[in-house]
């Protein structure tokens, strides 16, 4: 079974500090992505990464950045961490589509909290 | 704009009654249709995924079925359990970038 791990599932941070979210995956996937998700809304990606020191930008990248120095490995990493940013952040990993079967999986979440 | 939306918001049914959740996209060009199951604290998980050309596709207890010409989808599920209780999510990807759109969800509570 593919596995994507994050390393919390629960996080409080206070406002102005910087905040890594690491994920892991074992699969040999080429790409990673981070989304948020928040009531009432569905997920939003915020970057994405096809390839180790590749990173796009998603639908809502302000406030974040990411790093993705090896290939199973894909951080998120929130400079200065607002109350705005108070959410719960899943991981991703895909292979590329082939047409027929599910390739995208996602990690467990981490649930963050800035007060 | 591309868009997915799924209802009901949420639904209570008693376990061992089916049900079915909707769908309707304006994505376009289309890709694919996606629905995932997300317990509650855990990340979504891939029920089914159909492509253009397929109307119907099943997983045990649960089958999506797909109309491209109203855009439209639903995913029944027969018999259901206690475990079932959930958020169902609709995703369409978009052409040939594969972006997802995701839909809200519709949280189901199963009831004994």
């Known amino acids: 079974d593919v596995k994507v791990t994050q390393s919390s599932r629960y996080l409080v941070k206070r406002t102005g500090e910087k905040v890594f979210l690491e994920c892991v995956q074992d699969m040999d996937h080429e790409n990673m992505f981070w989304y948020r998700q928040d009531p009432g809304l569905g997920l939003r990606l915020i970057y994405f990464s096809y390839d180790v020191k590749m990173k796009e930008k998603g639908d809502i990248p302000e406030g974040y950045s990411v790093s993705r120095e090896k290939k199973e490995r894909f951080s998120l990493i929130l400079e200065s961490a607002s109350t705005n940013q108070t959410s719960m952040y899943l991981c991703a990993s895909s292979t590329t589509w082939d047409g027929q079967n599910e390739k995208l999986f996602f990690g467990s979440g981490t649930q963050l909290s800035v007060l | 704009k591309n868009q997915v939306e799924q209802s009901p918001q949420s639904l209570i049914i008693l376990e061992g009654k089916n049900c079915t959740l909707q769908c309707n996209y304006t994505v376009s060009p289309f890709s694919n249709l996606r629905w995932y199951k997300q317990d509650t604290g855990r990340g979504p998980v891939s029920l089914t995924i159909?492509?253009?050309?397929?109307n119907t596709k099943s997983n045990g207890r649960y089958t999506a079925t797909l109309d491209a010409d109203t855009k439209q989808s639903s995913l029944h599920i027969t018999a259901s359990q206690l475990s079932d209780s959930a958020s169902y999510i609709c995703?369409?990807?978009?052409?040939?970038?594969?972006?997802?759109?995701f839909g809200t969800g519709t949280r189901l509570q199963v009831f004994p």
């Open positions: 995703v369409v990807s978009a052409g040939n970038t594969d972006k997802l759109i």
């Open positions: 159909m492509t253009f050309s397929e």
